[in-house]
């Protein structure tokens, strides 16, 4: 556990480390999604080990094991209150010198925030299934929805008016949009419904910062963006997506017209989930990716 404090709250941060922090390969620190999931989902991501690489998960505050503190409003539940766990959790671990991160979804919007801070020991960073603003991202979610079933829209629309969406009915209909955008496989993964439960057990992460779904948001981070700060990020940036992904590849584009150098790999098979869709290709495209940068020193260029 990472002991810390913020805002006058003691609060725990937990994590597990897979592989040896020591070895000679970046160690990969893991971002999860929501906000308001847990590292489950993640967990196929630990496969990046078996080269020697050392695979760090934890499950940001508010998550998981982690601290939960439901009595606290929006003011607490920032953004900076989850860059600034990050910075510590590396400090901890010893390893803020020569690191590599993985964000996934929410965890890429954190991922970039981390960037922007400019951390010398941030050798590479991977920004999977997510976007450089969450208007444009919700922008997208609404584009998707909108191709949905009449009778599914509908029921969407009624509770979001009538505000219901704790009704199971909204649920239900969510759950369309999911099979479709989010993950495709016919029976997800165990770690996958894991995650992604953590958000029913204790809701005041994902309620307050995003709101009742994808795509109806209203939480804290609504506005949130860092797209014209893109060009600031100077390390080197891998973008994976999937082709049926939430995160569409309007929004990889702008990730890859604003980081310089960026790179984009699209899995043809997934949705928002390629480390689960996909998982044996994932490890080979994002551990192939991430060997180019185990270099002690300034990264090094493709061979």
């Not at 050392?54 to 953004?79: K, M």
């Not at 029921?155 to 009538?162: F, K, N, V, Y």
């Not at 016919?186 to 996958?192: G, I, N, S, V």
Request: aromatic content about 10%.
């Amino acid at each position: 556990m990472l002991e810390w404090s913020h805002d006058g709250q003691q609060l725990s941060t937990w994590y597990r480390v897979v592989g040896d922090l020591a070895a000679p390969r970046l160690p990969l620190v893991t971002l999860h999604g929501g906000p308001g999931a847990a590292h489950d989902y993640l967990t196929p991501m630990a496969s990046l080990a078996g080269d020697g690489r050392a695979v760090v998960f934890y499950d940001q505050i508010g998550n998981g094991r982690s601290t939960h503190r439901p009595d606290l409003g929006a003011e607490f539940w920032t953004v900076e209150l989850f860059v600034r766990e990050l910075a510590l959790l590396l400090d901890h671990l010893g390893i803020a010198d020569r690191y590599a991160v993985l964000g996934q979804s929410w965890g890429g919007f954190l991922a970039q925030e981390h960037a922007l801070t400019q951390p010398p020991g941030l050798r590479a960073m991977v920004l999977a299934d997510t976007a450089a603003s969450f208007p444009d991202f919700v922008a997208e979610c609404n584009r998707l929805r909108a191709l949905l079933p009449p009778d599914v829209e509908a029921t969407l629309r009624r509770h979001e008016a009538d505000g219901t969406t704790d009704s199971p009915e909204y649920a239900a209909a969510c759950d369309v949009f999911y099979r479709r955008h989010v993950c495709r496989l016919d029976r997800w993964p165990p770690e996958l419904e894991e995650g992604f439960a953590w958000i029913g057990r204790d809701p005041t992460v994902y309620q307050t910062m995003n709101g009742p779904s994808e795509f109806h948001v209203v939480g804290s981070i609504k506005d949130w963006s860092v797209a014209d700060r893109l060009p600031e990020i100077d390390v080197p940036t891998l973008l994976v997506s999937g082709r049926y992904d939430e995160a569409t590849p309007a929004l990889q584009q702008t990730l890859l017209a604003g980081i310089k150098g960026s790179e984009w790999v699209e899995f043809e098979s997934s949705a928002h989930c390629p480390h689960a869709e996909e998982p044996e290709r994932f490890t080979e495209v994002v551990g192939g990716w991430l060997r180019r940068y185990d270099d002690a020193g300034s990264a090094v260029s493709a061979t």
